[in-house]
Nanobody, 122 residues
Framework: VQLQASGGGLVQAGDSLRLSCAAS????????MGWFRQAPGKDRELVSA????????YYHDSVKGRFTMSRDGEKATVYLQMNSLKPDDTAVYYC????????????????WGQGTQVTVSS
């Protein structure tokens, strides 16, 4: 499945952004999905994950209470609503798909989008 991420940009601390990730196949609705991010000089980390039916989610401790991941099966799209953004959220954000129904492990994701830059100024 091919993934297309969008929605990044330059914002100020405290602002909000919504990232979108559209899949090329409606079979994506059977896959677990994740949002990862990679800041300069740092390893890629899982920010959030969602199960195939949206019934299970995971959030990195640093984004709990601020970010919300959701999915629209009909549109084969997942979203990451990011509120109260901080400069530490600055990174390239990638969406990814796993053939598992849900996963918190990067090595289980086998389809990746191209990344969208999020920059948060202080």
């Amino acid at each position: 499945v091919q993934l297309q991420a969008s929605g990044g940009g330059l914002v100020q601390a405290g602002d909000s952004l919504r990232l979108s990730c559209a899949a090329s196949e409606r079979t994506q609705k059977w896959f677990g999905m994740g949002w990862f991010r990679q800041a300069p000089g740092k390893d890629r980390e899982l920010v959030s994950a969602i199960g195939w039916n949206g019934g299970r989610t995971y959030y990195h401790d640093s984004v709990k209470g601020r970010f919300t991941m959701s999915r629209d099966g009909e549109k084969a799209t997942v979203y990451l609503q990011m509120n109260s953004l901080k400069p530490d959220d600055t990174a390239v954000y990638y969406c990814a798909a796993t053939r598992r129904l849900f996963s918190q492990y990067a090595n289980e994701y086998n389809s990746w989008g191209q990344g969208t830059q999020v920059t948060v100024s202080s």
